[in-house]
């Protein structure tokens, strides 16, 4: 699969993706749906802010650093896309129980930064 192939699919996935999410907010009464509708609304704007951050990210990189293999930097794109979207929902479900606080926020954050760094840690590993 081309680079430009893997951009046309994701955008177009990520377009539908936002589409459902939309589709979601406006038809499901998050009250009589119960259990369903919240799965539903947040497994739909995980996907599509994951779309959306792969596909940002894969286009900053290629600008940026247009010598590294695609393949990586849409690996580490995805990566950061799968933690970034997690932090944004986690903190919505938090926001959502009335759970949020700046601490359980912080914590998060530095939760998912350890995740990022033991991956990167691995990588580093592996190339030296």
Known sequence: MTFRWFLF???LATLTV????????NTIDPLQSG????????????VA???TTVLSGSLIRGWV??????????????RQGVILSGLFVCTLWLLAFEAMRWWTVLLLIILFTFIELFFVSKQMKHSV
Do not use: C, D, K, N
């Open 9 to 11: 699919v994701m955008s």
């Open 65 to 78: 650093h247009p010598e590294e293999l695609v393949y990586r930097q849409t690996l580490r794109s995805f």
């Open 49 to 51: 802010l994951l779309g």
């Open 18 to 25: 936002w589409v459902a999410w939309i589709f979601v907010l």
């Open 35 to 46: 259990l369903t509708g919240f799965l539903l609304f947040y497994l739909t704007l995980f």
